[in-house]
């Protein structure tokens, strides 16, 4: 696999523009078929898009959050399935980064500047909660491990070159094993059937006893063990995908009321355009969702200058301006989604026009994780100063 290889933030902003409007033009027409974008996919590979975030001094163009939350917003706004495809990418991606050898750092990088694609399989069903997690990473006499589970939500795991798997190894801490795609024993099955995100293909990966270098383990326990920002940047890129969706479904909101809605006979207006009813609705749900994209940038620079100067207290600043980014934008999401029927009238309701994805997507993505514990989280550091749990969901 090649791919062009992006040279800066701004060079990887317009590539995500062009890429958004192109993925925007067929994104309803997928998600009614439940057409899978392995085309898509391999448009973002050989873009350069998926490498964005390799450092400098492994030829990449290591963007900053401002900007990949950015990329995350575009792509979010076209469509909202294969904007969650690559957002555990990045986060594997970073594990490689902060827990990485510097042979393994190497290898990886080369792959991402290649095109190669992360999927996920950490997420598992029928444990006592999110972060229990039952797989297992089994040394052998040899040096090497067998990795044994079932993983479930595995986001981008059928369209993966490598597949990042949270597992447990001898010492009950969690590891991330990357796993060829193809490896012996491994199986994704695409069994994916949620009303919303209907082709990020989040199904099941089973493996049986696949076999695993030592080499292609890291330790990703200790990433939580001093000031990271592990959590924070994987939940901005959900932030980002919930903005995304929002102004998705603003905007097409807009073009179906200026272009197939009819105004309401008391209006006494020509279009549905003038409406002042309309008009007023149209405004107040653009102010939430700017007020959702200035959260987003604000969240980001503050991961950003966290990350050129990583303490305790910069840590809990990012995580906390990310979780006040994520409440917002889910909110935003679920409630500008579901106005668009409310502005568009019974015509947007027909089947055939699909409009209904913005809302099962949003109202699907926004499941992630629950709000009201970021919210606590909130609450706790403004009031009593409390610095926000170290774990991947905030």
Same mark, same amino acid.
């Given at each position: 696999?090649?791919?062009?290889?992006?040279?800066?933030?701004?060079?990887?902003?317009?590539?995500?523009?062009?890429?958004?409007?192109?993925?925007?033009?067929?994104?309803?027409?997928?998600?009614?078929?439940?057409?899978?974008?392995?085309?898509?996919?391999?448009?973002?590979?050989?873009?350069?898009?998926?490498?964005?975030?390799? &450092?400098?001094?492994?030829?990449?163009?290591?963007?900053?959050?401002?900007?990949?939350?950015?990329?995350?917003?575009?792509?979010?706004?076209?469509?909202?399935?294969?904007?969650?495809?690559?957002?555990?990418?990045?986060?594997?991606?970073?594990?490689?980064?902060?827990?990485?050898?510097?042979?393994?750092?190497?290898?990886?990088?080369?792959?991402?500047?290649?095109?190669?694609?992360?999927?996920?399989?950490?997420?598992?069903?029928?444990?006592?909660?999110?972060?229990?997690?039952?797989?297992?990473?089994?040394?052998?006499?040899?040096?090497?491990?067998?990795?044994?589970?079932?993983?479930?939500?595995?986001?981008?795991?059928?369209?993966?070159?490598?597949? &990042?798997?949270?597992?447990?190894?001898?010492?009950?801490?969690?590891?991330?094993?990357?796993?060829?795609?193809?490896?012996?024993?491994?199986? /994704?099955?695409?069994?994916?059937?949620?009303?919303?995100?209907?082709?990020?293909?989040?199904?099941?990966?089973?493996?049986?006893?696949?076999? /695993?270098?030592?080499?292609?383990?890291?330790?990703?326990?200790?990433?939580?063990?001093?000031?990271?920002?592990?959590?924070?940047?994987?939940?901005?890129?959900?932030?980002?995908?919930?903005?995304?969706?929002?102004?998705?479904?603003?905007?097409?909101?807009?073009?179906?009321?200026?272009?197939?809605?009819? &105004?309401?006979?008391?209006?006494?207006?020509?279009?549905?355009?003038?409406?002042?009813?309309?008009?007023?609705?149209?405004?107040?749900?653009?102010?939430?969702?700017?007020?959702?994209?200035?959260?987003?940038?604000?969240?980001?620079?503050?991961?950003?200058?966290?990350?050129?100067?990583?303490?305790?207290?910069?840590?809990?600043?990012?995580?906390?301006? /990310?979780?006040?980014?994520? /409440?917002?934008?889910?909110?935003?999401?679920?409630?500008?989604?579901?106005?668009?029927?409310?502005?568009?009238?019974?015509?947007?309701?027909?089947?055939?026009?699909?409009?209904?994805?913005?809302?099962?997507?949003?109202?699907?993505?926004?499941?992630?994780?629950?709000?009201?514990?970021?919210?606590?989280?909130?609450?706790?550091?403004?009031?009593?100063?409390? &610095?926000?749990?170290?774990?991947?969901?905030?």
């Amino acid at each position: 696999m090649t791919a062009h290889v992006i040279a800066d933030d701004t060079e990887a902003l317009a590539v995500a523009k062009v890429l958004a409007d192109a993925f925007r033009a067929g994104a309803a027409e997928r998600d009614a078929e439940r057409r899978l974008p392995r085309t898509e996919l391999d448009q973002l590979s050989a873009s350069g898009l998926l490498g964005v975030t390799v &450092p400098a001094e492994h030829g990449g163009a290591d963007v900053g959050a401002l900007t990949l939350a950015e990329i995350f917003r575009l792509l979010g706004s076209a469509d909202g399935s294969l904007a969650q495809i690559p957002q555990s990418h990045f986060v594997y991606v970073n594990v490689i980064r902060r827990r990485g050898t510097e042979e393994q750092r190497k290898f990886f990088f080369a792959e991402l500047l290649a095109g190669s694609r992360f999927g996920n399989a950490q997420s598992e069903a029928g444990t006592k909660h999110v972060q229990d997690i039952r797989t297992r990473l089994e040394p052998q006499s040899d040096g090497t491990y067998l990795l044994a589970g079932v993983k479930h939500y595995s986001t981008g795991a059928l369209f993966a070159d490598w597949i &990042p798997v949270l597992a447990r190894a001898e010492d009950d801490n969690l590891h991330v094993a990357y796993v060829p795609r193809d490896a012996p024993g491994l199986t /994704v099955v695409d069994d994916w059937d949620g009303m919303g995100q209907r082709t990020t293909a989040s199904g099941t990966v089973r493996l049986d006893g696949v076999p /695993v270098p030592a080499d292609r383990v890291l330790p990703h326990h200790l990433t939580f063990q001093g000031p990271q920002l592990h959590g924070a940047v994987a939940q901005l890129l959900h932030a980002a995908i919930d903005v995304g969706i929002a102004g998705g479904a603003l905007a097409e909101a807009a073009e179906f009321v200026r272009t197939r809605s009819r &105004p309401w006979f008391e209006s006494g207006v020509e279009s549905a355009a003038e409406d002042p009813l309309l008009i007023q609705r149209f405004g107040e749900l653009a102010v939430q969702v700017r007020a959702s994209e200035a959260l987003l940038r604000e969240a980001a620079r503050a991961v950003d200058a966290a990350g050129a100067r990583l303490t305790d207290a910069s840590a809990a600043e990012a995580s906390i301006a /990310v979780a006040a980014a994520k /409440v917002q934008a889910a909110e935003t999401a679920v409630t500008v989604a579901g106005a668009l029927f409310e502005l568009s009238g019974t015509r947007s309701a027909l089947n055939s026009l699909n409009l209904h994805r913005h809302w099962r997507d949003a109202r699907t993505h926004t499941l992630h994780d629950p709000t009201r514990w970021k919210i606590q989280h909130i609450g706790r550091y403004v009031l009593n100063g409390t &610095p926000p749990p170290r774990h991947g969901l905030l």
